[in-house]
């Protein structure tokens, strides 16, 4: 693939997953960015990466016998681990100059290309000590806390990029790092000597020629609002160009349109994300450009040997996975047992909880949010029961972490502890604490299949099913996000329910839950073990080999970051 010829690209975003050790992100948005810059490496791509120290991380959950969670900070020293940049850099906060430095993590690629990422931090002396503090908590604090910390990502990240030299592009992640748009905007009318209310359609032309913008949720509460009054303190002079360009929207900030209206490419992150998407913002052209995992940072241990012995040169190119097909079927059964002990000996030193390696494992793990769902499977406990007793047995393995503040969250897992209970042996039920990188690696690769069932549409792609998928778990799975993509039914997992687009009762998806388990993937399992094991490998070769991010970093060097790069034309008539 070559990326020689594209200009410098800034990939910025609220949220990175580095290691497991550095606890920098919350869910899927983070791991995203990771892989991205990861393959981003692979392909000697020009990127670097901008997001924020949190020196108090996300959290650490911790769940008491009946699923009540609590939150501890997760510290870590970023000075203990990276070196600095010998570089700092001042924004204006509500007013004050607040120093912003950072510290430089570099990921190496495959052919030791490197892609360093700057973690923005205002942890220093001459702050204040409210200000020490912006980079601190991921997702934590009011409303307030979280616009400073916008204005430190966004134009502080910008600033400290100029520093360093960089003069290319900019890929906005996710509306939190928008503001960067008012910096580059700012920037430019300083350069041709223009005041603030001087900005014209060239001038945001201009700034929308440099940006890339990708949003992730369909869900509207996901996408971040402030109001004016609030805008105006924090940003203070600079409001009047949101002012002077017309960029509010009503009497708010609206980080997402913000995005849009200074982004020359827009994408959704799977087809279905696209359409969505464009349904609410009609008068701006999104594209489309689906999510993939890193395939060497998310494949176990014995697929990566199992890989290396059939297929070498899947490490540097990962559509040679297409080959698994000619991997025997019992190499893919040795290596996903081995997988599955794993998981299971971890699950084991975590919970104190043994479970079989023989018995049927449905693996579910996410962050625990109402429209996941998370209880759906135990909707009704009587006919869980009734099916293990006649097909074969069953046990789960849950994971995942509630915002501190969604109550509703941790009820699902309080719901989910209460049907293990009720449950006992007729069905083992383990909910293991503190899902992050490690654990999330275990589960999607431990696991018989990976149970997916969200609110259609509120999944907008989904990766963890492709983590499954890259170590032969099939997924079971609503057809949302990417599995309107990636699932043939029968040949790489199952769907739950119709692929409709209409709007459906949700507790439809209940009753084709159980006919599925019940009727089709349970009686493939126990009863023609080596059909299970052919879908097992479908799944690495037709979906591993193209839901990675060395595919989907191709595409946004193609489609976004090459010259002249921007999103399709709109179909409909309405700009
Ligand atoms: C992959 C991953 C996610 C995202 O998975 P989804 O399927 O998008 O929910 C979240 N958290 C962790 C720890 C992960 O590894």
Redo the contacts with the bound molecule.
Sequence with gaps: MATGSIPAVAYFSMEICLEEAIPTYS??LG?LAGDTLRSAADLGAPIVGVTLAHRKGYFRQHLDADGVQTESAWNWNPETRLPPVPHAVTVEVEGRPVRVRAWRYDIRGVSDHVVPVYLLDTDLPENSDYDRSLTDTLYGGDNRYRLCQEVVLGMGGAALLAALDHDGQYHINEGHAALLCLWLLDRRLAERGASVSEVGVDDVEAVERRCIFTTHTPVPAGHDRFPMALVREVLGERAALLDSAGLWEGEELNMTRLALRCSRFINGVALRHQEVSQEMFPEFPIGAITNG?HATTWTSAPFRDLFDRHIPQWRRDNQYLRYALTIPLDDIREAHAAAKQAMLDEVARRTGQTLDPKVFTIGF???STPY?RADLIFSDLDRLRSIVRHVGPVQIVFGGKAHPRDEAGKFLIRRVHEAAHALGDALRVVYVEN???Q???LL?SGSDVWL?NPMKPLEA?????M?AALNGVPSLSVLDGWWIEGCLEGTTGWAIGPDAKLPQDPSQDIPELYYQLERVVLPLYYGLPYRYAEVMRNAIAINGSFFNTQRMVSQYIQNAYAPGGSSPALLTASR
Excluded: D, I, P, Q
């Excluded at 792609?461 to 099913?465: D, H, K, L, R």
């Design positions: 869910g899927g791991v995992v793990a996410r962050r996941k899902y992050e990188m654990l999330g690696h999607t997916n792609s989904g990766t963890s099913g983590k």
